[in-house]
């Protein structure tokens, strides 16, 4: 295991950070500068449901709206509505060339018959795309079920059994609709919800009382299932991957006051194999958030306030910064040198703070 001692090797390559190297050894990490910060926010507007960073704007889409700001100004650029009565029930984990995908419907509690899919350029807010999906080919489009993934371009869903249906996983072209497959869900896997979309990676539980949580990565002819390592009991949210590694949170059993574990180990496999190549855990805090990005993962420590850069060939710390704030259930965003930290809680809360590595 790969244990953070509180001092670190800054040797992160220049080709993902730029700038000027540091010095070999620090006491602790450095702090990254902060660009700017989202005001902090009253009433319950709503977690948000993803951040894109592309070259000069940061976005994020909520359930009643998308906004952008300039990546390292903060300035306010563009809104995007759904049209009247609808919500966003979903967005893209990411923003390939720029493009940001978001599901909406009128029927808020995921009763609708028919979902619209719309590409929005997230650098002007313009949309470039838009198409109407019967719900029912998706399956439950609640804003918090787990049954829909949007990812790199596609959609990845989990449709329950029906009837005398059997369960099934699906994929479509996010722009198109096309159908590019479809496989039966093994009843060996229990429940099923979907992590990500490209590649397709779902969560199982079960069948039956203390059966095997599993990560699943699944391909239109074959599939490598994850089991969880020693006494975790639960994936996190994210899992990130990097070439033929899958990296994902490994949370331990809760601790007795029900607060968070300070056990969490972020794990790695390959993706050819399912077999755990290493594990590393951070002394900052429970949540550790992955991130793919320019070949190396990116770790959100604790509260939102350490960032971690490891080499996914053996988890060794490559590079550390600070975070200065606090974000709860944070998740972590990048383009280029730039860092977003952003804050998935539902309270009022400093949404968004953003760093410069160096």
């Known amino acids: 295991m790969h244990e953070d001692t509180g001092t670190y090797e800054d ?5 993902v950070w730029g700038g000027t190297k540091g010095p070999w050894w ?8 902060r660009l700017w910060k ?8 709503g977690a948000p449901l993803s951040t894109w960073a592309v070259d000069g704007t940061l976005a994020m889409a909520r359930s009643g709206r998308v906004e952008a700001y300039g990546l390292t100004t903060g300035d306010p650029l563009w809104t995007w509505q759904p049209p009247d009565g609808e919500v966003l029930a979903h967005a893209s984990a990411d923003a390939p060339d720029g ?14 018959e028919h979902v619209r899919l719309t590409g929005l350029d997230v650098g002007s807010g313009r949309v470039l795309w838009s198409r109407e999906q019967r719900a029912d080919a998706l399956g439950s489009v609640g804003g918090h079920a787990r049954g829909v ?15 005398n249906a059997p369960a099934v996983l699906r994929t479509f072209d996010a722009r198109t609709g096309a159908l590019l497959w479809e496989r039966p869900v093994p009843e060996r896997w229990g429940d099923v919800s979907v992590v990500r979309a490209r590649p397709v990676v779902v969560a199982t539980v079960g069948p039956g009382e203390g059966a095997p949580r599993r990560l699943v990565v699944v391909g239109e002819e074959a599939e490598q299932e994850i089991e969880l390592p020693g006494r975790a009991n639960e994936f996190g949210g994210d899992v990130a991957v990097v070439g033929d590694l899958l990296a994902v949170e490994c949370v331990g059993p809760p601790t007795p006051d029900g607060e968070e574990d300070t056990g969490s180990t972020l794990s790695a496999f390959p993706v050819t194999t399912g077999v755990l190549r ?4 951070s002394t900052y805090g429970a949540t550790l958030t992955p991130l793919a990005h320019r070949g190396h993962l990116v770790v959100l420590n604790g509260y939102g306030d350490r960032a971690t850069v490891l080499d996914p060939a053996d988890g060794r ?26 804050c998935t809680a539902e309270r009022p809360v400093h949404r968004l703070r953003v760093f410069r590595w160096k």
């Open 11 to 15: 040797r992160a390559p220049e080709s």
């Open 26 to 33: 620090r006491r602790g990490p450095a702090s990254a500068p």
């Open 38 to 45: 989202y005001p902090r926010e009253k009433g319950s507007p």
């Open 99 to 112: 493009v940001g995908v978001v599901l909406h419907h009128a029927d808020g509690d995921g009763g609708a």
């Open 149 to 163: 993934a949007i990812g790199g371009g596609r959609v990845a869903t989990a449709r329950a059994r029906h009837g």
């Open 278 to 281: 290493w594990t590393w855990r």
């Open 317 to 342: 710390v490559v590079a550390e910064r600070a975070l200065p704030g606090h974000s709860y259930r944070a998740r972590l965003a990048a383009v280029g040198g730039c860092l977003a930290v952003v």
